[in-house]
């Protein structure tokens, strides 16, 4: 995703246009870092986050700014839209959000701040539409031989990005009998919907939107 539309947000950064910039997740994070660094502008970018907020969507993802230098001024506690929206809205004003995300970010997040007064700028850093890698080849070959006993799908990209996938193989209507007896794990009620609209039966939806805590109910359920 490193094209002329970073440049020109490292620009408006710079030039304090933003008011918020939100990090969706840890993999955000690197791949702006990555594009900074090869134009050389990381300083700048970390000098910037000390004067623009920067607001992370839960642990991991403030782990990997701070990792790199970036200054994190808070922390939504879930990865919704719900609980993004809430966190920002206990600002006293609305501004512009800069949201640092995938190129298959889910349309919800930003209905959902401008609805809230917020003008949102979407800046795609990395793209979840990749060639078939090996490691995505062995997984479909493993799931059609009924050796996977459990699939974990953190935000609606990355179902959009597996079942592309998966489809290649199969009908769309095949998609409940390939995964059939497999468990499917959606982070979050907006990740279930997107799974639950191409008719794939969601088994469990962690009681908080946490990684630790999905892993914690997958081990208690299997």
Known sequence: M???DFSLFLVDLFSGRYDVLVATCPTAIEAAVVMARDRN?????????????LVTIGERTTGRAEQHGL????????????????????KERRGTVAILRSDQGSPQLIKGLEDA??????????SLLLDESEMMISLLDRLE?????????????????????L???????????????????????????????HGVKVDMVPTKTTPEQLLKELLHDL
């Open 117 to 126: 007064g917020w003008k949102v700028v979407e800046v795609k850093v990395y």
């Open 145 to 165: 031989e009924g050796k996977v006993d459990v699939l974990v799908f953190p935000t609606p990209a990355h179902v959009q990005a597996f079942l592309l996938q």
């Open 71 to 90: 200054t994190v001024s808070s922390e939504a506690p879930e990865a919704t839209t719900d609980s993004l929206v809430g966190h920002l809205n206990r």
């Open 167 to 197: 489809i290649e193989r199969c009908d769309v209507e095949e998609l409940p009998l390939m995964l059939e007896g497999v468990t499917v794990a959606a982070m979050g009620p907006e990740t279930r919907k997107r799974l639950e609209e």
């Open 41 to 53: 502008m990381l300083e700048r970018l970390q000098d910037a986050t000390r004067r623009t907020e």
């Open 2 to 4: 490193d094209d002329v």
